[in-house]
């Protein structure tokens, strides 16, 4: 019960970007074209939950907040849930489930390949999310499927690039914190590697 009320606030906190869209959307405040809106808004909040995502692990060994670690899942499965938002919009409102249409859109135009590539990296993420994925895939196995994310960020970053073309200040802020993100953990997996090679090589004590 604690735990859930400790998480309460952030699941809530997570759910306003929904909770704006419904309201602006039922008061016609979604400008000229509303299904472009809706798309904007969720395929931005996706990529900005990703960040938060992978901004925790480096956030927990500057501060030593463990706590942290706590929220990742949930922001991982919100990325995937406003990916979805993102992608039903496109198929839904914008494409009408016209299947041949969206393949051929697919193929045609390169920033939705690389969007549909980001989403589909997703789905594995979020279907092992649970402690029942880690006990079966294995840790080893299971963090490296989940370092999928990274990749699934970066092809968000470029999809975000290739579909704004002329300013791309945004899509490039986001592509630093990325690479920012990604340095740290680079810079934590080689600084602690010798130390950890020097916890296996201690020698023992001499007896006497």
């Known amino acids: 019960m604690k735990r859930f009320l400790q998480k309460a606030p952030v699941f809530a906190a997570c759910l306003l970007p929904l909770a ?4 602006a959307g039922l008061a016609n405040g979604l400008g000229a074209n509303p299904i472009s809106e809706i798309t ?14 992978l901004a925790i692990t480096p956030l927990r060994r500057l501060t030593g907040w463990n706590a942290l670690v706590r929220y990742r899942r949930m922001l991982g499965l919100f990325a995937f849930f406003y990916g979805t938002l993102h992608l039903t919009t496109y198929v839904w409102l914008d494409q009408f489930f016209d299947a041949a249409h969206i393949v051929k859109d697919v193929m045609k135009r390169p920033f939705i390949t690389v969007g549909f590539t980001a989403f589909v990296l ?27 994310v990274y ?38 997996r080689f600084l602690a590697a010798p130390a950890a090679g020097r916890r296996l090589v201690q020698p023992r004590p001499r007896s006497a």
């Open 40 to 53: 904007k808004q969720t395929g931005t909040w996706t990529l900005r939950f990703l960040v938060l995502t």
């Open 20 to 23: 704006w869209l419904i309201w």
């Open 151 to 188: 990749l699934s960020a970066a092809l968000g970053v470029v999809h975000y690039w290739w579909l704004v073309k002329a300013d791309v200040s945004r899509p490039l802020a986001y592509g630093t914190i990325l690479a920012v993100l990604l340095g740290a953990r680079l810079a934590y």
């Open 122 to 148: 997703m789905v594995p993420l979020a279907l092992t999310s649970t402690a029942a994925s880690i006990r079966r895939l294995g840790g080893r196995r299971w963090q490296a499927l989940h370092r999928l």
